[in-house]
């Protein structure tokens, strides 16, 4: 698999994509004005403490207060409490916890009121963004994530992803952990761990030391409420997060941009450094790697998929509804129930896919076509499990019902990413789907119509004549590469009477 990040930098946001073998999978954005971005680190003041809801809100600068839950306090709230308080004078520089008292844990069904006082102090983490009219979703549990590991302070715990499943592998990187664990801080080996020398992981740890004795020199004079500790900018993390063996590329278009992932890649992974590359060309860069295109075709209500398939994506208040569409097709399947299911498992692939690329969350309910058997619903549950395998978000998959429904939960930390694909009518007032995507339907449509046993002597195109000069315009044509591709010809004809997104073919038997 080739996996290729490609970053847009402009004065106002940055753009993210990860691409994998040119497919988009992956589109962040990362604004100068976002404040309050998921592992940023607060000292914030407690506002209101609400016993029905045994929650406070919490001043954190945003407009409306943060959200901090009992059972996001941490056991460890109360020594939390004591060294915000020691380290605010400004006397206590112990900051590695060593010689720290610490208090017991608080109980697990207690009350707010027993641990938090309006007004006072307490260190918090964005644990996920505003959304929609939402305040900022906080925990007093704090965590520093590192490349291979992730430190929680004021914790012994020491634990192991569980998309790790060689337990051999998970017992030696528990001794590890235990060789390098500092008093007071608890470890989280992360997946990328796996295979990992103990001096690898122990950088590691020492990087994520030095962040957390940065955020504590901070507490001291400091007013509430103040950022003390920010997040990774979005391209360090996501390569954090993501960069393996597969990288080939990582290309951007801003100068300081470059020599800042150049310096991080010197710390995480030296080896690929050779990989980044700077964006020269006149085209611009996401045009340059065919990004634009996707982002139109794959962010609309209606997504198109090979063989004239399609979904139809809709988002309510409560949930996000998936329908999967076999279209106006014609299939070699011997039955109704193998087409269900190829049908279906290209669907699967695609919707893990969307579910990514626009970091939909919360609750999502896919109506997959129906399958009579048990086995071929046992298939299409296995195939999406596989096909989202590759989602760092978590998730759950519920398996199909009788009725053919998938239901699946998505972590929601982010505001789900939106992008506006529609554009003027140029016939009349209002909108449509921009012409790229009218295209992809009519290669699809192509495509189904060649995979016909039916051999056609003549294909015919009929379409509005914006369409169809887009369709022929030049030596290398959009036409021309459908003819290289099928090794068919296919005419077009402009008609003017067609509406801009209406188009029509026809079709000539070959003489029998």
Request: glycine share 4%; charged share 30%; net charge positive.
């Amino acid at each position: 698999m080739k996996t290729e990040l490609i970053i847009r930098s402009n004065s106002s946001d940055i753009d993210f994509a990860l691409l994998r073998d040119g497919r988009l999978v992956e589109l962040n954005k990362e604004t100068n004005d976002n404040k309050f971005s998921v592992g940023d680190i607060f000292l914030a003041k407690i506002g209101k403490v609400m016993t029905g809801l045994n929650a406070a809100f919490v001043n954190v600068g945003y407009p409306k207060d943060g959200f901090l839950h009992y059972h996001d306090l941490g056991p460890q709230v109360q020594s939390l409490n004591n060294f915000i308080k020691k380290v605010s004078t400004g006397k206590f520089k112990e900051f590695t916890l060593k010689n720290f008292r610490f208090e017991n844990d608080i109980n697990k069904d207690g009350s707010i009121n027993d641990v938090l006082k309006s007004g006072q102090n307490l260190l918090v983490q964005i644990v996920k963004e505003p959304i929609s009219t939402k305040g900022p979703r906080i925990s007093s549990e704090l965590s520093i994530a590192g490349r291979y590991l992730v430190l929680v302070p004021f914790s012994n715990r020491i634990s192991v992803s569980q998309k790790i499943e060689d337990n051999k592998e998970k017992e030696r990187l528990k001794r590890l952990a235990k060789s390098i664990r500092p008093k007071g801080f608890g470890l989280i080996l992360r997946t990328v761990a796996e295979g990992k020398k103990v001096a690898e992981l122990d950088k590691d740890l020492q990087n994520s030391l030095e962040r957390w004795k940065t955020t504590c020199k901070r507490i001291a004079n400091t007013n509430t409420p103040t950022k003390i500790l920010s997040e990774l900018n979005r391209a360090s993390s996501i390569l954090r997060d993501v960069m393996n063996d597969s990288f080939t590329s990582i290309v951007t278009n801003d100068e300081v941009l470059n020599v800042e992932i150049k310096e991080y890649l010197q710390e995480i992974y030296p080896e690929k450094e050779s990989i980044v590359k700077l964006h020269n060309s006149p085209t611009p860069i996401f045009e340059k790697y065919g990004i634009e295109r996707q982002i139109k075709t794959s962010f609309g209500k209606t997504v198109s998929m090979s063989k004239g398939a399609y979904l139809v994506i809709e988002h309510t208040e409560a949930l996000h509804v998936i329908d999967v569409n076999s279209g106006n097709r014609s299939n070699k399947a011997k039955n109704q129930e193998e087409t269900a299911l190829e049908v279906n498992l290209i669907a699967a692939t695609e919707i893990a896919r969307q579910l990514q690329l626009r970091d939909m969350g919360g609750i999502i309910v896919v109506d997959f076509i129906d399958m009579k058997t048990v086995e071929n619903r046992q298939k299409l549950y296995q195939h999406l499990k596989d096909a989202m395998a590759l989602d760092r978000t978590k998730h759950k998959i519920l398996p199909p019902s009788k009725f053919g429904l998938v239901q699946i939960t998505r972590q929601r930390v982010r505001p789900e990413l939106e992008i506006k694909t529609r554009e003027a009518n140029p016939n009349k007032n209002g909108e449509v789907e921009a012409p790229i995507v009218l295209i992809d339907k009519i290669e699809a449509e192509i495509e189904r119509i060649l995979s016909n046993k039916n051999d056609y002597k003549d294909i015919t195109l009929n379409a509005h004549p914006f369409i169809a000069a887009y369709l022929t315009k030049g030596i290398n044509s959009i036409r021309f590469k459908w003819f290289v591709k099928h090794k068919k010809w296919i005419k077009i004809l402009p008609r003017d009477a067609y509406q801009y997104l209406e188009y029509k073919f026809f079709f000539k038997k070959k003489d029998l």
